[in-house]
């Protein structure tokens, strides 16, 4: 086992200690991270002296060969080493002998698992974006094709005013594309370097801090050593954000959960995106929409826990921090792989647009609109209300709908109805006289989808 320390120590470390302490068997994902910030460290220390040329240039070009033949599997990572640092570490000393161990000068495993460590989701915003991008494309086609798609809009899962698949999508659209600017925002908040930060109070050596934090793209260096090591908040913010997508992707599964019942049939979920049931051989199962509403629990508990293990560490850096790793790996994962797969299943998603129209008529959504109606005739709007009220009342007994009444029926509850009322409350003009910016009619939703799509060009 390769390990860092020991001077000091009289004994061997217990196996049990050892591997309880160890972080290898997770933080080898960071071994291209490491392997990059230790390559800008060296090239920092030879700039200020520290090293020679040559020796930054053997230790450079050893640490690529290093990841080389990590990445073409000619190399396996030695889990019986302590961590992915020790690790790169073991190897470089392997090759170079005492150039080697001259890589950690004026560094602590402290400023380098904070820098590793940003360097990794500083990636990982970057590639979570690229993907809610992507799914945003999806659901831009979907708005588009389905402007005149009629459907009911919900209030506490009841029947409210008619809108169109396009404006329902389009409320998701907006919701993903805050997802991707919270995603930026972070980014412009953590993009600084620790390196340099040491163990906790700097170093002793002329470090060029700002020469690293360039090579290594950040805005800068951090300001505060102790902070520079201890800092997770970024961490925090990312699965706080992360969360936030699971939030949004959760309502929409539930949505399409619903939409596919049975007792909806409001769209198809395609055969390759369901399952089926060992028993029951008629099921076919929106599993996928289940699972990534299920795993949102999961992606807030890393939240939670991190937030638990941040509360109560004194600064600076504590072994408390390393399970930031797990965490964050974890919720990472699992978010990309719900946004790709909930992507797939929308894209293939069957809507049946009579289903939809259908119940869209069927549960006086355009109540409001008789009511408008009247008071476009001089009603008050209470009064209004109370006429189309009783409408309502008398539909419901005999089973039909306002717009299956007869004239002579309405003018006995209101002398005020003509015969322009029929067109008043019918499906399209509820939903195309809603003109308002934000509005579910294709006049208004046109001019969203123009600017969402300039937005997706532009981002
Ligand atoms: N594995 C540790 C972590 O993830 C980094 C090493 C720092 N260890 C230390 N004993 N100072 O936080």
Known sequence: M??????RFTKETDQLVYDFNASIKFDKKLYREDIV???????????????TDKEALDIENELDNILESIEDGSLVIDETCEDIHSFVEACLIKKLGDTGKKLHTGRSRNDQVALDMRLYIRKKLEEID????????????????NLTTVMPGFTHLQKAQPITVAHHFGAYFEMFKRDRQRLFDIKERMN???????????????????????????????LNSMDGVSDRDYVIEFLSALSIIMMHLSRFSEEVIIWNSNEYQFVEIDDAYSTGSSIMPQKKNPD?????????????????????????????????MQEDKELAFDAI????????????????LKF???VMRNSAKNGFTNATDAADYLVKHGVPFRDAHGIVGRIVLYCIEK?????DMKLSELKSISDVFEDDIYDAISLDTCVNTRLTIGAPSVEAMKNSIKKETEYLKNS
């Open 192 to 222: 600084f370097c620790p390196l340099g930060s040491g163990a906790l109070a700097g170093t002793t050596y002329n470090l060029d801090r700002e020469y690293t934090a360039e090579l290594l793209g950040f805005y800068g260096p951090t």
């Open 333 to 348: 994962d699992t978010v990309k792989n719900c946004i790709i797969l909930f992507k797939g299943m929308i894209d293939t």
């Open 37 to 51: 910030g230790s390559k800008a460290h060296v090239k920092m220390l030879a700039k200020v002296g520290i090293l």
């Open 2 to 7: 390769a390990q860092l320390w020991g001077g």
């Open 399 to 403: 089973n039909i709908g306002i717009e």
């Open 288 to 320: 996928i929409a289940e699972l990534v509403r299920g795993k949102t629990g999961r992606v807030y508990g890393t939240l939670m826990s991190l937030l638990t293990t941040m509360k109560g560490i004194p600064l600076a850096y504590n072994k408390d």
């Open 352 to 354: 049946n647009k009579d």
């Open 130 to 145: 690229v993907e809610l991008k992507d799914f945003l494309g999806v659901i831009l086609r979907i708005m588009n094709e």
